[in-house]
Nanobody
Framework: QVQLVESGGGLVQAGGSLRLSCAASGSMFSINDMGWYRQAPGRQRELVATITSGGSTNYAESVKGRFTISRDNAKKTVYLEMNSLKPEDTAVYYC?????????????????????WGQGTQVTVSS
């Protein structure tokens, strides 16, 4: 299995900054896309930003120019630098990773796609 562990959430005033980290562990052949999603109370989970293994990025319109996603492939870690935070950024932030992991089948190890989520980290922005 693939595990994702997030860190870096917390309470910050509007206009402040936070940096989230998410480290992947487990038997993996490759990690393709990694990303951050968020879910505010009473709302559906939404995409914040994604990054491919080659470094191509995609952002939600609401965070463009304020948030930066990056990754360290050697450390199997994805980051989200959040600046100019607003109260509407308050949510639980979830890390996601997709790729190919190793599945043990008796004496054979076979590739298997995975799509894993972290446990979530709370980000609260006060006005």
């Amino acid at each position: 299995q693939v595990q994702l562990v997030e860190s870096g959430g917390g309470l910050v005033q509007a206009g402040g900054s936070l940096r989230l980290s998410c480290a992947a562990s487990g038997s993996m052949f490759s990690i393709n896309d990694m990303g951050w999603y968020r879910q505010a109370p009473g709302r559906q989970r939404e995409l914040v930003a994604t990054i491919t293994s080659g470094g191509s990025t995609n952002y939600a319109e609401s965070v463009k120019g304020r948030f930066t996603i990056s990754r360290d492939n050697a450390k199997k870690t994805v980051y989200l630098e959040m600046n100019s935070l607003k109260p509407e950024d308050t949510a639980v932030y979830y890390c996601n990773a997709q790729g190919i992991r190793a599945q043990a089948l008796g004496a054979i190890t076979a590739p298997k796609k995975f799509n894993s989520w972290g446990q979530g980290t709370q980000v609260t922005v006060s006005s």
